[in-house]
């Protein structure tokens, strides 16, 4: 049974018009190895009980939203990198927080890279705040605000990474982006964080982000 949060974004995602070719699903933890393929069962054999049950459910969730776009599920295998490596013809992103377990879903001739991110709308530790943000993240914003404002940061980062990365295939810092959540803007910035991504690779990105009942939502895609 899925809590009151999952089902107030299940409610969010229901209303709102995604961009176009794209199926969302979100599913409950769930610790059970015969709902994997044998590729996604070997990966994560040595896990955690938590961690397979977010990774089950995350997968579940992805073969959801597989069918609802017409395509026949398959094995989401790991990454080195625990990056999911979508079948032919797809590219999606999976998040998990709070024991919700979602992933969207898109055909790969319509878009680059998906990324989504849920997070719980708290505030972080202070220690972290330099780490995720930069001094002009946080300009233009009144002090009451600032305590939830480095994790909203932080989401919106998140979803941005994935879908860029499903892109470029290369890695980065948080530096490396420069976020204006009122323009729902990325800019990547001269920090020596993004200094191995092409320049022909560092244009600006956008992105959403909703926060319904306690929970931040980001999602950016990059169409073709």
Same mark, same amino acid.
């Given at each position: 049974m899925m809590s009151p949060e999952a089902e107030s974004i299940r409610t969010l995602l229901s209303q709102m018009n995604l961009p176009s070719g794209m199926s969302w699903a979100m599913s409950d933890p769930v610790d059970e190895s &015969?709902?994997?393929? =044998? #590729? %996604?069962?070997?990966?994560i054999a040595r896990a955690v009980p938590n961690r397979r049950a977010e990774f089950t459910g995350g997968r579940v969730a992805a073969r959801k939203a597989m069918w609802a776009l017409g395509v026949q599920p398959a *094995?989401?295998?790991?990454? #080195?990198?625990?990056? =999911?490596?979508? =079948?032919?013809? @797809?590219v999606g992103s999976i998040t998990h927080a709070d024991e919700i377990c979602m992933a969207m879903v898109g055909p790969s001739d319509r878009y680059c890279g998906i990324g989504i991110d849920l997070e719980p709308d708290v505030p972080m530790? *202070? $220690? @972290?705040v330099a780490e995720i943000c930069k001094? %002009?993240? @946080?300009? &233009?914003? $009144? @002090? *009451?605000?600032?305590?939830l404002l480095p994790k909203r940061i932080f989401s919106a980062k998140e979803?941005?990474?994935k879908a860029h990365f499903a892109l470029a295939g290369v =890695?980065? &810092?948080?530096?490396?982006l420069s976020l204006d959540l009122v323009a729902k803007r990325a800019v990547f910035t001269d920090h020596p964080e993004a200094q191995a991504i092409p320049i022909a690779l560092r244009r600006d990105l956008f992105f959403e982000q909703w926060i319904c009942d306690g929970m931040i939502l980001s999602l950016c895609t990059i169409p073709k």
């Amino acid at each position: 049974m899925m809590s009151p949060e999952a089902e107030s974004i299940r409610t969010l995602l229901s209303q709102m018009n995604l961009p176009s070719g794209m199926s969302w699903a979100m599913s409950d933890p769930v610790d059970e190895s &015969g709902l994997l393929f =044998p #590729e %996604e069962a070997r990966s994560i054999a040595r896990a955690v009980p938590n961690r397979r049950a977010e990774f089950t459910g995350g997968r579940v969730a992805a073969r959801k939203a597989m069918w609802a776009l017409g395509v026949q599920p398959a *094995a989401i295998k790991m990454a #080195e990198n625990r990056a =999911p490596v979508w =079948p032919d013809g @797809l590219v999606g992103s999976i998040t998990h927080a709070d024991e919700i377990c979602m992933a969207m879903v898109g055909p790969s001739d319509r878009y680059c890279g998906i990324g989504i991110d849920l997070e719980p709308d708290v505030p972080m530790d *202070a $220690e @972290l705040v330099a780490e995720i943000c930069k001094p %002009e993240d @946080l300009e &233009g914003v $009144e @002090l *009451a605000e600032q305590s939830l404002l480095p994790k909203r940061i932080f989401s919106a980062k998140e979803a941005v990474y994935k879908a860029h990365f499903a892109l470029a295939g290369v =890695p980065f &810092g948080f530096h490396a982006l420069s976020l204006d959540l009122v323009a729902k803007r990325a800019v990547f910035t001269d920090h020596p964080e993004a200094q191995a991504i092409p320049i022909a690779l560092r244009r600006d990105l956008f992105f959403e982000q909703w926060i319904c009942d306690g929970m931040i939502l980001s999602l950016c895609t990059i169409p073709k």
